[in-house]
Antibody, heavy 115, light 107 residues
Framework: QVQLVQSGAEVKKPGASVKVSCKASGYTFTSYGISWVRQAPGQGLEWMGWISAYNGNTNYAQKLQGRVTMTTDTSTSTAYMELRSLRSDDTAVYYC????????WGQGTLVTVSS | EIVLTQSPATLSLSPGERATLSCRASQSVSSYLAWYQQKPGQAPRLLIYDASNRATGIPARFSGSGSGTDFTLTISSLEPEDFAVYYCQQRSNWPVTFGQGTRLEIK
């Protein structure tokens, strides 16, 4: 069965970086892209970007350009999302999901940014 | 950026009633519109993709319609487990965008 398993919760200080992983199983990893979506406490869903697991092409939300990098490791079927220069308003649950109309989602990773 | 506006913000209905949720796009998204359901503490769940196609395992009481700029999610007869927040999402143009959500609550 298809599964996306994300890394555990993180607590970071303002200005630091975080890297969240998303390990895929149950399907051919390179046949689908991976989207990253975040949700601040009590707020709606915010699309962060997408990466092709086939060729590594990316498309990022403009507001995160320059701070976010999405990568994949096809040898381990794992996608990564790194967010730099963290601010308090980056506190959110971060989700990976398969493709753009996302039929499978990871369990979410809570990233807390606090001094 | 395509803005998706969902209405109403909150919908109060009783089990067994029919729910109609709206999503309007600021420009045409063709049929590249999806609907998700989210319950507290859970990841979103895909209900409908490409405006009117039910995702795998989604009950027939959920249906989607529309194209261009106006879309509707209909739940024909509400079950207790349907009370949740619903989001629309477009993938027609970069960046992908979500609506702000409609909260479906028990009356």
């Amino acid at each position: 069965q298809v599964q996306l398993v994300q890394s555990g919760a993180e607590v970071k200080k303002p200005g630091a970086s975080v890297k969240v992983s998303c390990k895929a199983s149950g399907y051919t990893f390179t046949s689908y892209g991976i989207s990253w979506v975040r949700q601040a406490p009590g707020q709606g869903l915010e699309w962060m970007g997408w990466i092709s697991a086939y060729n590594g092409n990316t498309n990022y939300a403009q507001k995160l350009q320059g701070r976010v990098t999405m990568t994949t490791d096809t040898s381990t079927s794992t996608a990564y999302m790194e967010l730099r220069s963290l601010r308090s308003d980056d506190t959110a649950v971060y989700y990976c999901a398969r493709e753009l109309a996302s039929d499978y989602w990871g369990q979410g990773t809570l990233v807390t940014v606090s001094s | 950026e395509i803005v998706l506006t969902q209405s109403p913000a909150t919908l109060s209905l009783s089990p067994g009633e029919r729910a109609t949720l709206s999503c309007r796009a600021s420009q045409s998204v063709s049929s590249y519109l999806a609907w998700y359901q989210q319950k507290p503490g859970q990841a979103p769940r895909l209900l409908i993709y490409d405006a009117s196609n039910r995702a795998t395992g989604i009950p027939a009481r959920f249906s989607g319609s529309g194209s261009g700029t106006d879309f509707t999610l209909t739940i024909s007869s509400l079950e207790p487990e349907d009370f949740a927040v619903y989001y629309c999402q477009q993938r027609s143009n970069w960046p992908v965008t979500f609506g702000q959500g409609t909260r479906l609550e028990i009356k």
